[in-house]
């Protein structure tokens, strides 16, 4: 089988994780490929000997304040490397499944594009978390994607730039994929997201969307997403209408592997269709009062108050149930009893976020029967 090349942009810090995340890359049998700066290379190099390294000839310092790589320049590398099926993935996402994973990526990528989202884990020693809504990390395509991208501004971790990856190919008629089972994993980190660079790259993206002329392929979502940014530059409902939008519009696959199944904790496709279901809610939501921004973060405020109670409702019953198993006043016959009846009835009812405690119970009690 051809090489598939995943190109990334390893950074000068945290170099551990990444090292650990970029070999999970490489025992599934990809090739690597960093576009970096002469600095940063120079710093990297002894570190990520089976990298290979790419010189950028410019950066976004001027731009985003940080040494970060452009979009088109990492597509560019790819392209003269010239490999039929090829990615692009943040260099700290753990890439964790089967043998067989490379193989089912080339048949899935080969006519078009696939896209997935993370799990935001606290360590790669339990592998329960927080699937991540907001955005995606992951990317495989056919080569021949490439050169229908419009000339751009966007850079590798910086915001919109996932939104921008797989749009365009949809909008250009490939056949876009969404792979929904969790195989990308990420170790929580405090974050400095910068509001003014999140306004300057959306501000970029409606812009170049516009400029590209692409919501002609789209639909009424989208030229609505296009329209609200056009009125009001309300980024965050802009934001949440091309993510819906693109999830959408994406064909969902599941990747069925034995080791995985095993061994990971996976988004199943009733978790999947519930999380969608949510979004549509909050998206219908915005759209009804998109033109009153005194509505629209009153809606935003009753949605999270919400989910705080259910939360806290939640962590009630966890409580309980763990109090019960340490004091070890129940057998574990009876314990798999209460968390049959109880956990069974809501875990497939709400988001990955919320069952995450629930999830991570039952793997303690099903640790305990094997003891």
Not at 148 to 168: R, T
Request: proline share 4%.
């Amino acid at each position: 089988m051809e090489d598939v090349i995943i190109a990334t942009s390893i950074a000068p810090g945290k170099i551990e994780l990444q090292q650990s995340a970029i070999s999970s890359w490489l025992k599934l049998g990809f090739k690597v490929l960093s576009v970096n700066t002469r600095r940063e290379i120079d710093l990297l190099l002894s570190d990520f000997p089976l990298v290979k390294f790419v010189e950028a000839e410019r950066d976004a310092s001027a731009v985003a304040g940080k040494p970060y790589i452009y979009f088109d320049d990492v597509l560019r590398a790819l392209q003269a490397e010239g490999p039929a099926v090829c990615g692009i993935i943040n260099s700290d996402i753990h890439l964790l499944a089967g043998a067989g994973f490379t193989e089912y990526i080339v048949e899935n990528a080969f006519d078009g594009f696939i896209f997935g989202s993370r799990v935001d884990v606290d360590s790669l020693d339990f592998m329960y978390g927080e699937h991540y809504e907001e955005g995606f990390d992951f990317f495989f395509f056919n080569a021949e994607v490439i050169p229908v991208y419009p000339a751009s501004d966007f850079c590798i971790g910086v915001p919109w730039w996932d939104y921008w990856a797989p749009l365009v190919p949809f909008l250009k008629g490939y056949p876009v994929k969404q792979l929904a089972t969790s195989v990308a994993f990420h170790v929580k980190h405090p974050t400095k997201w910068s509001a003014e660079l999140h306004e300057k790259f959306g501000d970029k993206f409606f812009n170049r969307f516009v400029e590209a002329d692409l919501f002609a392929y789209g639909d009424e979502n989208l030229t609505t997403a296009v329209d609200i940014y056009k009125s009001s530059s309300d980024f965050a409902l802009g934001s949440i209408l091309i993510s819906n939008f693109i999830r959408q519009k994406a064909k969902i696959i599941f990747y069925e592997d034995s080791v995985l199944a095993d061994n990971k904790p996976g988004v199943d496709a009733h978790q999947y269709v519930a999380l969608i279901h949510k979004l549509l809610i909050y998206e219908k939501s915005f759209m009804l009062c998109r033109h009153d921004s005194a509505a629209r973060l009153e809606l935003i405020h009753q949605a999270n108050k919400q989910l705080e109670d259910k939360e806290l409702a939640y962590q009630g019953v966890i409580s309980d149930m763990q109090q019960s198993l340490a004091d070890m006043q129940l057998s574990f016959t009876e314990m798999q009893q209460m968390y049959t009846q109880i956990i069974e009835s809501i875990k497939h009812s709400y988001s990955w976020k919320l069952t995450a405690p629930l999830r991570w119970l039952g793997d303690k009690l099903s640790r305990a029967k094997a003891k």
